[in-house]
Every structure is written in C-alpha cells, then in structure tokens.
C-alpha cells in the first residue's frame, strides 16, 4: 500500500498516510516503521557522543611519505595521522573509513619529501568529556616519533584551515656547493659560452672568466664558500619574486594569463647561513607568500640556483621577470624536496573570530620550545647531515640540462610577449 501511494504520487507525508491507513485496520496489524531517524545508542547503552569541530597543531617529517594529503593507494601524514585517531576511539568506527566523513583538511600541503614545523589540521573528533587536549597522549602513542600532535582544542564548527589561514612561511636550505660555478670543461660551461656569448664578448673570454671564477672558488683548504658577489646576486634575485606575479611557469597545468596562478610573495630573502658538523656551508632561504601551487618553491629555487651559477653571466632583472610575463612555456626542473620545510602557517584575523565567539585562539606559544626540539631533533640536523650520502643536486643539474634551462630563458628573454597580463 505503500508503495502504492507513491505510485499514484500522493501528496504529503507518505508515512503519515500509512500510519492512519494501517491505524484503521485495529491493534493486531504491525505498522510501517516511521522513517524518522533517532539517535540509537552505543554498543555499551550509553548515548552517541557528538563530533565537534577541533583545530589541531602538527609537526612532521615527510621523507618516507607521498605527502601530506590522504591517498589510499600511498603512505602519508595525515593518512597516519587519522589512523592514530581512529585507534584511540577518537573517530567513531562509521567513519573510519574514510576522511572526508570527518572533515579533515590542513593548512597548507606539503608535497612528496617535505617537512613541516607547525602545520594546522582541522577535523571532527568525538566529544567524550568537553576537553580534546587528553586525546593528544594517546594519539602520539600510535604515530611514529617523527609525526607529533601538540595540541588539539574545540573551534568553530565553519572552521577551514586552508581558508582561514592569511599566509604561509617556507624555509629552504641550500648547500652552498649547488651555487658554485661549473668546471670550464663540463657542459655546463659550454653552455654558458653559448647562450651568454654577445657582439662584443668572445667565446674565449667567457671561458676565461669562468676559470678564473672557478679556480678561486676551489682555491681554499675549506669546503666551498660563496663569495659575496654572489651573495649580492643572490639576494637581487630574490627581490624581484616579491609582490604579485603570475607563476604560471612554477607549478603544472597552469597556462599564462590565467588568473589563479597569479599569487602575491610577502617576502622571498636569505634568512641565515649555517655551518654544519661536515663544515659545510648552507643558505636558509625563506619564502612568505598568501599562498604557493604545487612545486612552486622548488621551481623557484631552481631558477636562483642557475641565475647565481652563470654568474656574472646571467642577469636576473632580465631572467626573472621574463618568467613572468612571457607567454612561452618555461619546463622548470624541481629542485630537491629534502631541504623545504613548511616553517608555520600563519593566521589573523581568523583569531579575531575566535574572540567574538568566546573559543580558544588558534595558536601554539606553549610548545614553541617542544617544537624547535622537534625541529632541531627531527628536521633540520638529520635534513643537512645526512645529506652527504643523497645525489639529489646530482640528478638535479642532470636535469636542467636535459630540460635546456638555458636555452629557454635565453628565448623568453628574446621573444616579447603577446599580452599585457602584468
């Protein structure tokens, strides 16, 4: 009869009118169940425990893992992040399946390889007593000690960490060794006789001067030093990523002139250089920008890296902007993730909000001190140490070369652009 009542497209409630049918037919007659769903109680008779929406504070190192977003055919951060939830009783077993069923969304992406020291997570955890912070003991019980959870506090139910965050801060670490200018016999400087040649240069002069460069680079007893001319070039470069560019040419599947990979830079400069325990020279580079698109740092990197290596060949006002503006497709290789960290996403007026509705503000200053222990411990001493024993910036140069770096800067440079997009 039911199903009847459809069929003839009966307007109203359909279980109301079976409800006073079946009533009509007296008390022996068994009923249609009510399609209003009820809150059926737990396993052990106690009542469902409600989802809230939580912010939750992460560090991470990445080598080992696909990344930091959830993919079932590969090993990643949040994959083993959400797991450890899951183990602990923190995510009901109905959605534990999969994590979109609890909202569970970051920050800022980390690709393949890379680290981060503070990444924000958001997500819907299970309200067992009105306070999430005891959650976090038992979740880094189940996570691997290069994978902590800092603190985890309820926040507004619209929260969205990618949305709500105002910008991000990058740091990259460069050996100094990857600046230094190539021997006069490699290919390298063959190439650079070749695209850097002008009327009034010779072929021999610019094979003069890199080895006049090269020789003074390798002249001392110590490892390699970059010299403070290109430091200034280095620098210079810098400058010119700062402000609002279209970085069509440093990320994939981004055409010129599209609107979205216009992004704003805050800053792009040389934070630090350090010493590690091999005398090794390294660069801390950090990138503060609203937002980045995939492999964007590392495509930044590759272009500083072989404008200070064609020094005092190239010119990086010319090089730069051309990136920028040009309509030809630039095939930038990426530099090696193992040296980029996600240093912290930052969040403003987002704290402003949380004030208004009386929920505790996004923020970590407590375990800033347990956080550059993690970053120290975990991150940036094993990052530079071990670094003796990888061939990234072997293969790197390798493929520069076979993506004609060179070639194709020298091209942009010499072939306007058809549209006034910046």
């Known amino acids: 009869m039911y199903f009847f009542l459809r069929?003839?497209?009966?307007?109203?409630?359909?279980?109301?009118?079976?409800?006073?049918?079946?009533?009509?037919?007296?008390?022996?007659?068994?009923?249609?169940?009510?399609?209003?769903?009820?809150?059926?109680?737990?396993?052990?008779?106690s009542p469902r425990q409600q989802k809230r929406m939580v912010y939750c504070i992460v560090s991470y190192r990445g080598t080992g893992y696909a990344g930091l977003q959830y993919n079932d055919a590969a090993k990643t951060i949040q994959g083993e992040i959400f797991r450890a939830f899951c183990n602990v009783g923190a995510i009901s077993p109905f959605n534990a399946d999969n994590p979109r069923k609890v909202r569970v969304r970051s920050a800022a992406r980390t690709d393949k390889g890379v680290h981060a020291i503070v990444n924000v997570l958001g997500l819907k955890l299970l309200d067992h007593a009105g306070s999430f912070q005891p959650w976090v003991s038992l979740v880094n019980e189940q996570l691997p000690e290069s994978i902590r959870v800092w603190k985890i506090e309820r926040t507004l139910n619209s929260f969205s960490p990618h949305k709500a965050c105002h910008s991000r801060l990058y740091e990259y670490w460069v050996p100094a060794f990857a600046l230094a200018t190539p021997s006069p016999s490699s290919l390298d400087s063959l190439l650079f006789t070749k695209h850097f040649q002008l009327p009034h240069t010779s072929h021999r002069s610019i094979l003069e001067t890199i080895q006049k460069i090269h020789s003074e680079e390798n002249s001392g007893s110590s490892p390699f030093r970059i010299s403070s001319s290109k430091l200034e070039c280095l620098k210079e470069a810098c400058s010119l990523f700062q402000g609002t560019h279209s970085f069509h040419n440093y990320t994939t599947e981004k055409k010129f002139g599209d609107p979205s990979a216009r992004r704003y830079m805050l800053h792009v400069g040389i934070d630090a250089i350090h010493f590690d325990k091999y005398n090794r020279q390294w660069l801390k580079l950090t990138f503060h920008g609203q937002s980045f698109m995939k492999h964007q740092i590392r495509k930044m990197i590759s272009v500083l890296i072989y404008l200070v290596r064609s020094y005092p060949f190239s010119n990086a006002s010319h090089?730069?902007?051309?990136?920028?503006?040009?309509?030809?497709?630039?095939?930038?290789?990426?530099?090696?993730?193992?040296?980029?960290?996600?240093?912290?996403?930052?969040?403003?007026?987002?704290?402003?909000?949380?004030?208004?509705?009386?929920?505790?503000?996004?923020?970590?200053?407590?375990?800033?001190?347990?956080?550059?222990?993690?970053?120290?411990?975990?991150?940036?001493?094993?990052?530079?140490?071990?670094?003796?024993?990888?061939?990234?910036?072997?293969?790197?140069?390798?493929?520069?070369?076979?993506?004609?770096?060179?070639?194709?800067?020298?091209?942009?440079?010499?072939?306007?652009?058809?549209?006034?997009?910046?």
């Not at 409630?13 to 399609?35: C, Q």
């Not at 209003?36 to 109680?41: A, F, I, M, S, V």
Request: proline share 7%; net charge negative; with cysteine.
């Open 7 to 45: 069929s003839l497209n009966v307007k109203g409630s359909y279980a109301g009118i079976w409800k006073r049918w079946s009533s009509s037919l007296g008390s022996d007659f068994v009923a249609y169940p009510s399609t209003e769903t009820t809150k059926l109680p737990l396993s052990d008779g």
């Open 319 to 422: 090089v730069i902007p051309a990136t920028f503006q040009n309509h030809i497709r630039l095939h930038i290789p990426k530099a090696p993730p193992e040296t980029l960290l996600l240093a912290e996403p930052i969040f403003r007026s987002f704290q402003n909000r949380c004030e208004k509705f009386d929920y505790e503000p996004l923020e970590w200053s407590s375990f800033e001190d347990n956080m550059a222990h993690f970053a120290n411990h975990y991150l940036r001493t094993p990052m530079l140490e071990n670094f003796v024993f990888t061939d990234a910036y072997t293969k790197f140069f390798m493929l520069q070369k076979q993506d004609r770096l060179l070639h194709e800067f020298t091209s942009a440079m010499q072939t306007p652009s058809n549209e006034s997009y910046q």
